[in-house]
T-cell receptor, first 114, second 111 residues
Framework: GGIITQTPKFLIGQEGQKLTLKCQQN?????MYWYRQDSGKGLRLIYY???????QKGDLSEGYDASREKKSSFSLTVTSAQKNEMAVFLC?????????????FGAGTRLSVL | GDSVTQTEGQVALSEEDFLTIHCNYS??????LFWYVQYPGEGPQFLFR???DKEKGSSRGFEATYDKGTTSFHLRKASVQESDSAVYYC??????????WGSGTKLIIKP
């Protein structure tokens, strides 16, 4: 089996700050994802990457940058944290897309902005 | 665009009760449908999928049947346990790389 490791587990930032979240997977999966989870809402896709050095925007990409420099890692940057923002950011991976494949998730990074 | 609707935000049951969590979708063709479960402090975990009309998916005592006629994929379990307390998400495969997620249903099991 494999595991997805997200760091940090908790992130407290200041309004306007640039914040970076990291994700590592050892499944050797091609595709990786960043989702945002807000209380009472479903998961919303921020960015995904089909393979190393590829980046695709999801519906929620505004205000975020992403980077996939290695097959095993995928980072997400909040370009300017919004005051009172609270959300969980989930990283996931799959062998090749989600149509016929399982998504595996990390435990999440919990963001609070003061 | 495609969408997934979970009507119950929260369901509270006692142990050994029968569970139904409703999931309806809107999409053309035969999209793949999924159920994921999320325990506190963890990311969602895959339960099962179905991709053809009348196909049944099942895992850990949970099951759902793909129904094209009613555009539904309702989650059921005959006898819930306290350990089933979690948030359950229905999702639809919008393309090979994107899932459309329902808003989630929190299941609370009273001991």
């Amino acid at each position: 089996g494999g595991i997805i490791t997200q760091t940090p587990k908790f992130l407290i930032g200041q309004e306007g700050q640039k914040l970076t979240l990291k994700c590592q997977q050892n499944f050797n999966h091609d595709t990786m994802y960043w989702y945002r989870q807000d209380s009472g809402k479903g998961l919303r896709l921020i960015y995904y990457s089909i393979t190393e050095n590829d980046l695709q925007k999801g519906d929620l990409s505004e205000g975020y940058d992403a980077s996939r420099e290695k097959k095993s890692s995928f980072s997400l940057t909040v370009t300017s944290a919004q005051k009172n923002e609270m959300a969980v950011f989930l990283c996931a991976s799959s062998i090749d897309g989600v149509g016929q494949n399982t998504l595996y998730f990390g435990a999440g990074t919990r963001l609070s902005v003061l | 665009g495609d969408s997934v609707t979970q009507t119950e935000g929260q369901v509270a049951l006692s142990e050994e009760d029968f569970l139904t969590i409703h999931c309806n979708y809107s999409a053309s063709g035969y999209p793949a449908l999924f159920w994921y479960v999320q325990y506190p402090g963890e990311g969602p975990q895959f339960l099962f999928r179905a991709s053809r009309d009348k196909e049944k998916g099942s895992s850990r005592g949970f099951e759902a049947t793909y129904d094209k006629g009613t555009t539904s994929f309702h989650l059921r379990k005959a006898s819930v346990q306290e350990s089933d307390s979690a948030v359950y998400y229905c999702a639809l495969g919008d393309s090979n790389y994107q899932l459309i997620w329902g808003s989630g249903t929190k299941l609370i099991i009273k001991p």
